[in-house]
């Protein structure tokens, strides 16, 4: 995985902007973080990726550009994503809905890869909101928590 950094001014992005997007067309990105930048009056930007342009399936599941987190987590991180999947499912399960709909694999990368783990953090997650931070961040916290053995039980 590589790390790309770009600089889009608030006022006039233009040109900078077009230089993300096509970078963003061009690449399996794998994680966005941003930070709006006061004093310069400009997004800062850090782009994770790897290489190879996306899928071209274009629809809906399968054809997409689809990440082997195996590649791109630490073993440990990818044994705790693995955990939060099949929790996921599971939830899914219970409440008839699509697994996507619980948190996406993107959601569960960023949150393997929380150094300290707790509420404000999880918030901090794009597309993690009060809602869901009511709804499932205890469980979350819960499992992050608990070592691969003790979820067994």
């Known amino acids: 995985m590589q790390y790309r950094f ?3 001014p608030g006022a006039d992005p233009g040109e900078a902007a077009e230089e993300l997007n096509r970078f963003l067309r061009s ?12 004093a310069a009056q400009a997004w800062r930007l850090a782009v994770e990726y790897l290489d190879g342009a ?10 997409r550009n689809r990440v082997d987190y195996r590649e791109v987590l630490e073993p440990e991180e990818f044994a705790r994503f693995d955990r939060l999947r099949a929790w996921r499912k599971e939830q899914a399960e ?4 699509p697994t996507y709909a619980i948190f996406t694999n993107e959601q569960l990368a960023a949150i393997v890869r929380l150094e300290h ?3 404000a953090a ?27 053995g003790e979820l067994e039980k």
């Open 6 to 8: 770009f600089t889009i």
């Open 27 to 38: 690449v399996r990105v794998l994680q966005v973080s941003r930070h709006f930048d006061v």
């Open 54 to 63: 996306p899928g071209s399936g274009g629809g809906r599941g399968r054809g």
């Open 94 to 97: 219970k409440e008839g809905v």
């Open 117 to 119: 783990p707790d509420r």
């Open 122 to 148: 999880l918030g901090g997650i794009d597309g993690i909101g009060e809602s869901r931070l009511n709804k499932y961040g205890d469980s979350l916290l819960e499992l992050l928590a608990a070592g691969p």
